[in-house]
């Protein structure tokens, strides 16, 4: 297993949720909830300026975005919209390098988690993605340590195809 801290990320459409984990990647943390925002600074949104101060203060060496695939294993409009985040991240963080992790359910889970816990459901919407957050990293903890590689794949831009020569355009 690979020694340093990890970040974990529950991208939503209203917010976004932050878990750590220790530097021997044992166990995730809630680290914070950040709104996404419209605001940009020298050109990168908010949250995700937040999310890079938060990989240089906590000397991260990878972050872990949650890919929430449907059920059936197709990428839907969120799917698309958090590999889209995570290729942001991964332009603003490198060299860090940012992975996808298939995070079906781990909202309904963290939900589960918490109302079981006894946290009331306003209470709920505040930590809800900082809780996601942690089941995605856990998971990333727990794959890395049973399969001895990093859990997930690497969050790049899709390739394209090259055109064959002499094919119509």
């Not at 166990?27 to 990168?44: C, D, F, K, M, N």
Request: net charge positive; proline share 7%.
């Amino acid at each position: 297993m690979r020694r340093g801290v990890r970040l974990g990320i529950d991208v939503g459409s209203v917010r976004v949720g932050i878990a750590a984990c220790d530097p021997d990647g044992i166990l995730a943390y809630p680290l914070v909830t950040v709104p996404r925002a419209p605001e940009v600074s020298h050109g990168i949104p908010a949250d995700i300026a937040e999310v890079a101060r938060l990989v240089a203060q906590q000397q991260v060496i990878e972050v872990v975005v949650g890919l929430p695939r449907s059920l059936d294993g197709v990428d839907g409009a969120a799917a698309v919209g958090a590999r889209s985040y995570a290729l942001v991240v991964a332009d603003v963080c490198a060299p860090v390098p940012v992975r996808l992790i298939d995070e079906r359910l781990t909202t309904v889970d963290a939900h589960r988690n918490l109302r079981s816990s006894g946290v009331s459901g306003r209470a709920q919407r505040r930590v809800v993605d900082q809780a996601a957050a942690v089941l995605i990293l856990q998971t990333a903890l727990d794959q890395e340590r049973a399969t001895g590689a990093p859990a997930g794949s690497p969050a790049t831009k899709p390739r394209r195809k090259p055109r064959r020569k002499g094919s119509a355009q």
